[in-house]
């Protein structure tokens, strides 16, 4: 904290116009990225044919990127300090990339777009380009954490790097467009849970160009009074900033960075001095700019400068209209280039001088290459959680299968706490830790929460390391902000309700699937997501609450990236977590429900069939070793379905002992998928070895049975798999009618298997009445009594 | 405006000594539903064997819903005006259940549930058990329009359904929980779009009780003074009422909704007056009282009353705990059952007699059963929008291909703009209209903007009805409540950013399925949702923007409900779009480009094709009629995978012109599933005479190839298609690249197809290095020319 040197100190002059020169040089490579491919420096005057064929390009939001860039450079210069840039309006890529190539990350990272003219060319070249970079910022940026794109996530991003770090300040910036979003409105509730003591800083700038790409916005039009108020009223101080006088902007920006650096500092001051900080107040930047401000100001007459017409590319048809190509060749000489580029057609040495150092540079930070800083995680042995399953009997027992990830969980916090209460762990759950029977973590830590807390409350602390906020968005925004700077964490959350982040699960699968091809991206912790409560124990909550969408969902995404677990008891899930817990870069969806269920294997045999992805449960098979080959193959993947599989394989080896069955249990889905499509798929070999070639398969599936038939294409003779799953039918009822409403109940298995077996075995009359009998008598019974047949609920494998 | 009648009038002691007793009822019956499955009027003393075996539902939140209930009943009565009752907290089902119950629309709705001693003894035994009612407020309960699950979504459903409805209020109850989250966080943006003089008004309630399911929440721990500026910043005037005596809070909230009430209507007559009103503010009521109010206060020792303990059951284990039964028994007789029904067990008429009468009851309200006023939309003639299009010569002609759509819109909101500028259409779209091609809607009206307007806008005006705003979960939600309450529409948006709201949709989804199963809820619009700006086309945006998975997101769900449209031209989007405007109960997802795109179908030939759902396209096919049987199937969905299909046909006709070909498209996806698992699945039949039952078919499909295959499970040896779609490749780069990454390019289709023929034709070999050739040209030329390779750019069918 003795670093606070420069906050409040004169800003003179001559290093407003150092700034303002580093300025015009970003936003002239800004301008060159999008329009040119030749005569990058401008070193002849400008002609059609140095025009790209297509100009595609964000100009709007990029002036006041670059200048939030280039005051911030000169605040970290200040005050030795570590900030990561989030730039919220991503469409301003070019702006981003200019200043990391100003500073020199971009050519260490890009060797081929080097410091000169060549470089310079490259650089133009490249940028929305085929073989070259995206238009938005993106995973290909140095300095990066945050995909420019979909729009909602910068503050959950910013607020994710914060935790844990307290070193680090995050500049968050959030445009216009992103500000009318969902998960950003949330997102600014964060002073609840940001600890001063313990974690980082985020300074939201929120940047009011006033449009968005074709009409003005909710903040934008919003009298700064009411901004003030909306951000005061959840515990940001406004700072407001506005002008279109660049000196003046400067001057005024830079003085409330200086303001806010001081007041975070102090805040984090007293909160690490021990004192328990009430009504904790963060600050935070209002700053309106015009939009595409420097640009052009009117185009054809209509104006363009400070509208929603600056949005993308202001000045069109460069290539075929004169006057146009004479107006941007005007526009970027305002620039003065020769100022910018010594002779080699480098950077200026004064103008890259203005940047930070090494890793100082918010290109280099190493925080927003996480991969750089991750350390293992600590995982204690999963032995000492193990629940104790008699071999001897499978399914005999019951638990409820995720306490034993909540006690994994509970010293894996333990394990990584340090003296000061920091940590590289956190577990973000949406307000259902212990409904999800996770509840054993706040052995070890509390509930993150800095407002009042009263003495009726549980597990709520302002140290507290466990996120709960009723917000999907939230919970995963935060962990990927988390896992993107280095630590390690599980978002868990009811499987329905998982779909409304669905969007950013896809948006962090497609970040980590280019991360991936990126050398200089170390990998980073995996995206670990517990899908319980799922649709069918949600029999209590109803239809709303049902709905196994999720694996729809990933299963068309990267297979370098996206695992699918269905484990079907407890220590199975302690293995697949011990797994999804150590690999990086994937997003590994944990699918299993809560509620008491029965228990099968024991930890090494649970060990050795997640290793396998799928295995034959030989005890509950009448198939015999040397014996007859399976007349039927009954299937089975997720908690449920298993029960009601094995409950099935039960009826057909009482009443038809002479039927061969094989029952298959499959934890990884992803092996499914032919091997040519997914790294998990099993090898034909080891397919047929589960499944046979052509016997038919009685397949209970957890999610949409049609997922299976998706995984399935491909396999020899796929049409032999007869797949029950959810079929959208449910409501608020008791367990053993959710899968009878929906066809996958022992019964309807049983039935399905005599009916698809190779040959009618003896019994398979007095089976098929039995079974039927049971589903007559089932909703009667569940009518008059309200509650399941004693015989389904009470029922167990022996 | 002159039924200013009793606001600001005295509320008596006897009014509230009624109120209360309505308040007894409706907590003693909602307590009821979640204990009792006899017994149920407590006639005699509570025995174990009266209370149900599993106890299911939400105390917490019900107390609070019952008195808002009971309040806004006598502001009906007094001022007969329309109010429409959205509860946020839908897990309070009961209360609203008992409150519907006690005035009458239950048991007019469900005369099984009778106003006498059975019928109380059916509404307890409903709830929450199989083949009773869900424990959420549900499509089943009367005058909701709002499901109790998903949180997130009361205050976009009540602006949804205040839109275009001026004489409507709407009470819009936000919960603890609720307020945490992403869209109910943006939805407060509503006053920047309201417009007092042509819509409704939406009065929020944020019920805050403190607590979720196990903890605090952020706005429960905020000091009133921070929520009020929140609020305020937004536009919205907050009065705040809170306490725990009942009488006093009973008073203070009343006082509120009449403040409220007259708040509103002098707004309103101002705008209606003709002012321009500036700085519109409108009220809120923000409440405070204990969660489980009047409930247990303590059990075995802990406080419950006031915190997360009183969230579900607050006394449980109640058939084997006598202590807990009997302080049950304490509760219920608080509420003085003796009091409350009659000898014959009916509610006694003095409190009946509080209700509203007819359709003023909240449970009765038209608004909130919009089939019943919904008239049918005056659609124009779609010959007035048809493209101009030479049946010699498909495929000769580019169109971006949305505008038509856009045309037709714009008559359709001059068709339904009533005298005073109100109406019964609106097009939802986040900030895409003109770039999604829609922009001709504004010459028939603007977009709604409440907030200052500056000269250089444009289409922008408080009197506009076209709802654009950054959030799909705005547009989307408000949407569901415009269709709710009787009105159509059209949601537009990109598609990959609909993933943002697809558990919104999914949720729509459901409340059909389980709305068309009664007969009382009249069928209302169906819910339409354009992708545009598709994974092909957005080459210049990026891979952030590339993803088809709406697709995927709801094929699984009810075959009643969803309907997924692939028009490939302008006619067969008209054609489509006329069907989907007049259809109900739907949710139709049309996905169609932007861009320029080859048109093929006169209008008669796009009505023909789109009624049968897929054809055999003769001209693009060298098959003859009488002549051999195809030799391959070349198939197509989508406009991009149609042009690349096309172009693939064409190089086969060129170079293997012995080779018969079939072209077949298809533009009713679900049309591939078998018929009996989707109402449009083609029958056998037609599948054959589309596909043949053994001919290798070329599929190019627009969104994830595996999706054809979940489809297709089921058809004769479905193995035979080999599908191309959307890989999940992608970055910034041009169209023609975005089908190369993907492998659906021209040149891989027709390589795939000659591998696949029946025979190997003359001409393969040349055909073949033909393909590879310029799939190695393709990337070296972009890379040098920046575009496309001319001869695929200009590609046209001829």
Redesign the interface.
């Known amino acids: 904290m003795t670093e606070q040197v420069g906050t409040g100190s004169a800003y003179t002059d001559d290093e407003l116009h150092e700034d303002l020169r580093w300025w015009a040089a970003a936003n002239y490579l800004t301008v060159a990225q999008i329009y040119l491919?030749d005569n990058v420096l401008l070193r002849e005057p400008l002609r059609a044919e140095h025009i790209?064929?297509?100009l595609?390009g964000h100009w709007g939001t990029s002036p006041g990127l670059s200048m939030i860039y280039t005051i911030l450079n000169r605040h970290i210069v200040r005050t030795d300090t570590d900030w990561i840039y989030i730039a919220g309006p991503?469409h301003g890529g070019p702006a981003i990339v200019a200043s990391t190539y100003l500073e020199g990350t971009y050519s260490e990272i890009y060797p081929e777009v080097s410091l000169d003219e060549a470089g310079v060319r490259a650089l133009c070249?490249q940028f929305?380009?085929?073989?070259?970079?995206?238009?938005?910022v993106?995973v290909e940026t140095p300095g990066s954490i945050h995909?420019?794109?979909?729009?909602?996530y910068a503050l959950v991003h910013a607020a994710g790097a914060a935790f844990d770090n307290p070193d680090l300040m995050v500049a968050c910036v959030i445009g216009d467009?992103?500000s009318?979003?969902?998960?950003?409105?949330?997102?600014?509730?964060l002073p609840?849970f940001l600890n001063p003591a313990r974690d980082g800083a985020v300074l939201p700038i929120l940047h009011l160009n006033g449009a968005?790409?074709?009409?003005?916005?909710?903040p934008g039009?919003?009298p700064t009074y009411?901004?003030?108020?909306?951000?005061?009223?959840?515990?940001w101080d406004a700072i407001e900033v506005a002008g279109d006088d660049p000196e003046q902007v400067f001057r005024d920006f830079q003085r409330a960075v200086d303001e806010s650096y001081v007041a975070v500092r102090a805040l984090q001051e007293r909160a690490r001095g021990g004192e328990e900080v009430e009504g904790i107040r963060w600050p935070a930047i209002v700053l309106r700019t015009p939009k595409g401000w420097t640009g052009p100001h009117k185009v054809d007459g209509e104006?363009v400068e400070?509208?929603f017409r600056a949005h993308q590319v202001p000045l069109h048809g460069v290539r075929d209209n004169p006057e146009h190509l004479a107006e941007l060749e005007t526009w970027m000489r305002s620039y003065a280039p020769q100022e910018i580029f010594d002779d080699a057609g480098a950077v200026a040495a004064s103008v890259r001088a203005l940047a930070p150092s090494g890793d100082k540079r918010m290109g280099a930070s190493p925080y927003a290459n996480g991969g750089r800083v991750r350390t293992e995680l600590p995982l204690p042995a999963i032995a000492d959680y193990a629940l104790d399953v008699d071999p001897e009997a499978p399914g005999a027992t019951v638990h409820e299968t995720t306490r034993v990830l909540g006690e994994f969980m509970r010293d894996i916090y333990r394990a990584t706490t340090t003296a000061d209460g920091g940590g590289t762990f956190r577990l973000f759950c949406p307000?259902?830790?212990?409904?999800n029977r996770l509840g054993a973590v706040f052995e070890a830590t509390a509930?993150a929460?800095q407002?009042?807390i009263?003495y009726?409350?549980?597990?709520?602390s302002p140290t507290g390391r466990v996120m709960?906020?009723?917000?999907e968005?939230?919970c995963e925004g935060w962990l990927e902000g988390y896992l993107l700077t280095g630590r390690h964490g599980l978002f868990a959350s009811y499987e329905?309700?998982t779909?409304?982040c669905?969007?950013m699960i896809?948006?962090h699968v497609?970040w980590l699937?280019?991360a991936h091809e990126l050398e200089w991206r170390a990998p980073v912790s995996s995206l670990n997501v517990l899908l319980t409560s799922t649709c069918w124990r949600n029999d209590?909550?109803?239809?709303?609450?049902q709905?196994p969408?999720m694996i729809?969902?990933l299963?068309?995404?990267?297979p370098e990236v996206v695992r699918i677990w269905l484990p079907p008891d407890s220590n199975t899930l302690l293995s697949i977590s011990n797994h999804c817990f150590r690999s990086v870069d994937h997003v590994n969806l944990i699918v299993v429900d809560k509620q008491p269920h029965l228990q099968y294997l024991t930890l090494d045999a649970a060990e050795e069939h997640c290793a396998a992805g799928a295995s034959i449960w030989r005890w509950a098979s009448t198939e015999r070793e040397g014996g007859r080959r399976p007349d039927i193959v009954l299937a089975c993947a997720g908690d449920v379905p298993t029960q009601e599989l094995l409950a099935a394989a039960q009826l057909l080896r009482d009443h038809t002992p002479d039927l061969v069955t094989r029952v298959v249990n499959v934890v990884d889905l992803m092996g499914l998928l032919p091997p040519a499509d997914h790294p998990h798929g099993f090898s034909d070999e080891k397919f047929e070895s589960l499944f046979t070639d052509d016997v038919h398969c009685i397949f209970a599936f957890h999610g949409?049975s049609?997922?299976v038939?998706?995984?399935l294409?491909?396999r020899p003779d796929?049409?032999r798999f007869h797949v029950r799953g959810?079929m959208?039918q449910g409501?608020?009822?008791?367990p053993f009618?959710m899968v009878v409403l929906n066809r996958m109940s022992r019964y309807h298995l049983a039935l399905e298997a005599v009916r698809r077996a190779t040959w009618r075995p003896d019994g398979a009359d007095e089976l098929e009445n039995f079974c039927r009998s049971q589903l007559d008598r089932h909703?009667s019974y569940?009518?008059e009594?309200?509650?399941d047949m004693p015989e389904v609920r009470d029922w167990r494998w022996s």
Do not use: C
């Open positions: 491919q790209k064929p297509r595609l991503g070249r929305s380009t085929p073989g070259g970079i995206p238009s938005h993106s995909e420019g794109g979909e729009l909602g467009g992103e009318e979003t969902g998960p950003l409105s949330a997102s600014w509730k609840a968005k790409i074709s009409g003005p916005t909710v039009r919003t009411d901004v003030t108020e909306y951000l005061s009223g959840q515990g104006l400070g509208t307000d259902e830790t212990h409904s509930r929460w407002l009042p009263e009726y409350d549980d597990d709520l709960e906020v009723l917000s968005h939230l329905a309700f779909m409304v669905a969007s896809i948006q497609k699937q280019h209590h909550n109803g239809f709303s609450h709905g969408g729809d969902a299963i068309p995404l990267s949409y049609r997922a038939h998706e995984l294409h491909g796929a049409d959810f959208e409501t608020t009822t008791t009618d909703r569940v009518v009594h309200l509650e």
